[in-house]
């Protein structure tokens, strides 16, 4: 049989690729699109894996980001314009086909939506380290996320820090916090298969936050009034409240009355769209993205990946996978 050859795609004109697009509340659709000529400075890369970030990609898939919200829920590489159509995704991993021949082959980690091939910046995208694996290397945004947070929280060594919410970002922070030496870290969520995942990055579990209380610091990730009432409640005095949930549209309730002000409290609100401004001077995005990469070396992490779905079947498990009781922790996409 004679050998076939793989064409020269970075050559072809006509090359094209096919991306995920939501195109109204709640439905998704798969669309072929051309790939754009290889440009000197950019790489042309086959996405092995991407990840769902359950918490802003239900918002975007739900039609629930308002236009004053576009700007900031806005993916680095999104395509289109909120409410819809748009292509939106920034946990893609691949392996480097065409372009600098230091990056050929090479895993890389790309802020860009769930697309199978796809061309980009030399410049926008970080190598995996040789020790994370390419399916784990999807988790890096969120783990930037973790990392944002514990720096805005003020954390050290000692202390005792409540987790409430035990999702991705929840379970995140708290296998960060738990590497403080000396730190008492807690996390709390309702459903009690959280447990040993937190028991494994060596911290407690507790299934609501009675007898938690004097915390001196605590991280809400629940996305809901009860769990950011909860997170008050385990403070204590002086202590720090950091927000890391993002709410959309939504209204939330939160009762300020109480012990709220005897206390004195100080709540702090977490976003990774900015690096906190002890650090900017020092850490760029681009430097925290890389440390989020480093971090997910440790293989408990292999944990939180709890479902993979092919990709060519990804719009239609996105109303299971993004509805309001998913199941699972981290879902990632297979790609061929």
């Not at 995920?20 to 996405?47: F, G, I, K, N």
């Not at 802003?56 to 576009?70: K, M, N, P, W, Y």
Request: a neutral charge.
């Amino acid at each position: 049989m004679k050998a076939q050859i793989a064409p020269d795609r970075s050559a072809d004109t006509h090359a094209s690729a096919s991306a995920l697009w939501y195109v109204e509340p709640r439905r998704a659709d798969l669309r072929r699109e051309p790939l754009p000529d290889l440009a000197s400075d950019e790489l042309l890369v086959a996405t092995e894996w991407s990840a769902l970030s359950r918490g802003t990609e239900r918002l975007v898939f739900s039609g629930r980001i308002s236009a004053d919200q576009g700007a900031q829920m806005r993916a680095p590489m999104q395509g289109g314009e909120f409410p819809f159509p748009v292509k939106y995704g920034y946990c893609t991993v691949g392996r480097v086909e065409a372009g600098s021949p230091r990056f050929l082959g090479r895993h890389v980690f790309v802020l860009h939506p769930h697309q199978d091939r796809f061309v980009v910046k030399r410049d926008d995208v970080l190598v995996v380290p040789d020790g994370v694996p390419a399916r784990r290397a999807t988790l890096a945004a969120n783990m930037e996320t973790a990392l944002n947070a514990l720096w805005d929280s003020g954390a050290g060594a000692g202390d005792r820090i409540v987790v409430v919410g035990a999702g991705l970002i929840g379970l995140l922070i708290t296998f960060l916090a738990a590497r403080l030496p000396g730190a008492e870290v807690t996390a709390v969520d309702p459903d009690h298969g959280r447990a040993k995942l937190v028991h494994g990055f060596g911290a407690r579990f507790a299934q609501n936050t009675q007898a938690l209380g004097e915390a001196d610091v605590v991280f809400h990730t629940s996305a809901c009034s009860e769990g950011l009432n909860a997170a008050i409640a385990c403070c204590g005095s002086e202590a720090t409240l950091v927000e890391v949930s993002w709410y959309g549209d939504r209204d939330v309730t939160l009762s300020l009355g109480g012990s709220f002000h005897a206390r004195r409290l100080r709540l702090v609100s977490s976003q990774v769209g900015a690096v906190p401004p002890g650090r900017a001077p020092r850490w760029s995005p681009r430097r925290r993205l890389a440390k989020a990469l480093d971090l997910l070396a440790d293989p408990r992490l292999d944990a939180l990946i709890t479902e993979e779905v092919a990709f060519a079947d990804l719009p239609g498990a996105l109303e299971r996978i993004l509805g309001d009781a998913p199941h699972g922790v981290a879902t990632v996409v297979r790609y061929p």
